[in-house]
């Protein structure tokens, strides 16, 4: 947690606002500045503005990852352009602001819906989440949502919308994320659970999983990739797998950048998410492209991006108050459900990738969506 988040949490509740505006102050004054400079491109083509998100980003993760597609397929400018395009999960500073003052130069605005603030993971600082981006929501010219279960979730958190919108799943560049020539050795089973840890319990599960999974006989490692964000992390990610007796099995790999990513899937076999109610991760798309099959909670957006014979879907009841984690004996079942079976099940990944990721749609899809907003009067 930063100082100023610090400062903030330690006030009370009803004054934080009034706080948080305050600190933000010097911040904001720079960033209205800046946006103050933006105009409008004359010119019928698309030219998309990106809010600076893919400014001095060495590692780009999350819902910044699309907008990398974006950036391939669009000529892109942050100061001259005539369409602006937002992800709620990978949002500018000051948003609001730079969404006004973009309208009122006659600048078209787009904008991604993922996931929401509910109370399984955000408690008391849900509307926190939710009151920007339905705010921007509803100033949007198109909304595009990254699955079903985001739009359900939208409309129950943030309330109904009267615009017509797209649900398009999250890209992947499959030149680029793709299965290794030749096989891994199947011994021993190398499992990875890739992204942002953002609970212990989805860290543990997963240490739970390879436990239960060596106690059975079978020989298998994990890596665990990405950053690890409770309190103290890293030491206790470090207890707990001293105390399962698995400390010299499990690999903690840091943050890493998006020219790495497919590297790390090809060295694996298999893709462990127990994360609950993700709405549409981008990790389990990639990993299918790679070849990876996935293990994962039967929640959120991921029954809507697997297929049959890619993937062992964990049952789970739909519940916006409790984070349903799988337990590390169910992901292990799963596992040995597809383990015999991994040659057959890593090529249903590679298809499913190609038929529901592949970028190129995606961003034909957008080319078509900023035709019919430009030309909108």
Known sequence: MNPIHKIV???????????????DAPARRAALKKFFSISLA????????????????????????????LRDAFFCDEQEFNLLYLVSSAQPAFADDLVRICRARG???????????????????????????????????????????????????????????????????????????????????????MGTQNYRERFVSVLECLRELRADGLDCSLTVAGPLIWPEAE??????????????????????????????YR?????????????????????????????A?????????????????????VSWETLHTPSGRRLAQAVQKIS?????????ARRRAEEAFDARRWQEHHAKIFRAVLAAS
């Open 107 to 193: 600048i078209k605005f787009v904008w991604n819906q993922n996931g929401v603030g509910y109370p399984a993971w955000a408690g008391r600082e849900a509307e926190r989440h939710n009151a920007p981006m339905r705010r921007l929501r509803a100033q949007a010219d198109h909304i595009v949502y990254q699955s079903a279960f985001c739009r359900e979730s939208a409309e129950k958190f943030l309330g109904p919308c009267a615009k017509s919108p797209t649900i398009l799943l999250n890209p992947v560049d499959l030149q680029k994320y793709s299965p290794r020539r030749h096989m891994l050795a199947p011994e021993p089973l190398r499992l990875l659970a």
């Open 9 to 23: 949490a330690a006030v009370p509740a009803p004054l934080r606002v009034k706080v948080r505006a305050l600190l």
């Open 235 to 264: 030491r206790d990610a470090r207890e707990i797998a001293a105390s399962f007796g698995i400390a010299d099995r499990v690999e903690l790999r840091p943050p890493f950048r998006q020219d790495e990513a497919p590297d790390i």
């Open 297 to 317: 909670s039967r929640s959120g957006g991921i029954p809507e991006m697997v297929d049959t014979g890619c993937a062992e879907l964990i049952d789970a009841p």
């Open 42 to 69: 004359d010119t019928a083509s698309p030219v998309i503005g990106l809010g600076g998100t893919l400014d001095h980003r060495g590692l780009i993760h999350g819902g910044a990852v699309k907008l990398l597609s």
């Open 340 to 348: 015999p079976r991994l040659g057959q099940y890593s090529r249903a």
């Open 267 to 295: 060295a694996h076999h298999l893709l462990l998410h127990s994360k609950y109610m993700d709405p549409c991760p981008t990790v389990v798309a990639e990993a299918l492209a790679c070849g990876l099959p996935v293990v």
